[in-house]
């Protein structure tokens, strides 16, 4: 068994004694590789530099407890990874030391159907565990485009996006509470009350947003309690087109703001991103050349809601002059959301030329308001980027209703970039985190903020977040300092050393 110099034989030795299975403790290269990196840009020249020392594979809350108290008293970096498909680099190891993989700890461990809920490990994935609950009639819908491969670990790691989030809540309002292994090893519960089952309370701090979206730099969860909701009995989705954005724009808010309690999302696509879809995508359905933008609207519930509901989304959807797109490709489109990702892994150079690529997305949250002056300001960025550099390429714009049940204020707006990672070298990957960092600066300037569910963990991203946090930004380093005395919950994300820097070394 070889592992690197910086950890040593002695520590494998104890997390073999910890995990006592084979195949628990991981030290191989490929193993190793394989969980440096994360499906968005990397920098693959320098993929050495990402890898963990060791890996381990935990079953029980217990185990996870020892792993980080290990951790903790020869501190070492200890990193949290679920699907990893996170798209921030949240996952990715920047210093090295142990990297904690919780598939294993995939359980169903009750499904409670009078009080509707379901507790899990966090290594399960939504899709699985609704397999699990469709004899029950009931689902947890938790419902990212990355569905089947995201896990409920991650979910909560990043404080995700449903696109189902305007009808029953995103990943916070539908995990109920969890149980996390905090950075000096201790295991706590975390909750909207005092019960696991408990969705509100009054009592004492409301701890649970703070241990949401943290990125593993606060903890690991080693078990989830989630909300079950009746599944949905129809569904009904419509797109609209449109021959220019801005009444797409005005039409996604009346949609938006229409009142119907079934509503799950309202998306819109600008003209790059039609454009984009029109050139590359294999699975784009030809749409006419008038097509310069699209609204997506999509229901969910019982029969006798979505019906009626149906003819007031139609009405709307119409009333600006946008065109409804027939029932097949509406319905056929909508079915396909957790699949079209898989799809943009080519672009062009700037001749025109098809070179494979991969995926950059930004994903701000921004005011409704401010929508088409960001949007014009990220183009401009993107276009003065491809011109200079030849990794790029602008796979235009999207946007999506962000707020849960009230779906008409900030909405989620995400520019999508091709990046050319063969060609990747430090000159380039550089370049790339100074374009990240100028389409985060724009959202901060309009009053948004830079990242409404993947996370500010990236290069560029990261060094923006003492900006976007102001004055509260001195409380969240003396949480991470109180938390975690010793820095080794994935360290090097989000600015946080800053918060043992100045006087406050461990
Ligand atoms: C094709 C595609 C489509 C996507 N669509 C969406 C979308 O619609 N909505 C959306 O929100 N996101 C989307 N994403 C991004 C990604 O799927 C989400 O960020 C997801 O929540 C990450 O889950 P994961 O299990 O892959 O976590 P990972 O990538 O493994 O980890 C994410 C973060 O959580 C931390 N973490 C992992 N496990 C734990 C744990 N047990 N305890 C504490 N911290 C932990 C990690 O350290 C890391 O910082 C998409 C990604 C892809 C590739």
Sequence with gaps: MTVTASLGNEVVDRLNEILDEPGAVLTSRSSRFNRARVPAPFPVHRWEEFLPDVVVLPRTTEQVSRIVKLANELKVPIVPRAGGTGLADGAVPMRGGILVDVKRMDQVKEIDLVNNTVTVGPGINMQTLNRHLRPHGVIYPDDPASYACALVGGRIGTSGLSLLGARYGHTRDLVISFEMVLPTGEVIEVGDGGGRKVRKSST????????????????????????????????????????????????????????????AGVMLFDPEKVDYLRRDDEAYIVQPAWVKAVCAVS??????????????????????????????????????????????????????????????????????SEVPEVLRKWHAIARRYCEQYEIFDDWGAFAYTNAAHKPWGDILLEIDMGLWEDRMDEYSWQAFVSLKKEIAQVAIDHGGSMSSCHGATRAGDAELVPTEMGASWEVMKAIKRALDPHNIMNPGKQSLDEAYSDGHRS
């Design 299 to 368: 229901l969910l519930g019982t029969r006798v809601e979505v019906e009626p509901a149906r003819d007031v989304v139609m009405k709307l959807g119409r009333s600006l002059g946008g065109r409804y797109i027939g029932d097949e490709i509406a319905s056929g489109d909508w079915a396909a959301r957790h699949d079209r990702y898989a799809n943009p892994l080519h672009g062009r150079d700037k001749n025109g030329k098809v070179i494979p690529m991969s995926w950059h997305c930004e994903d701000a949250a921004i005011p409704y």
């Design 204 to 263: 004492g701090y409301q701890l649970k947003h703070l241990f949401m979206g943290h990125q593993g730099t606060l903890g690991i969860v080693t078990e989830a309690t989630l909300e079950l909701v009746p599944r949905a009995e129809t569904e009904f989705a419509a797109f609209f087109l449109f021959e220019d954005y801005d009444t797409a724009y005005r039409t996604f808010s009346k949609l938006a703001k229409s009142g119907l309690a079934t509503l």
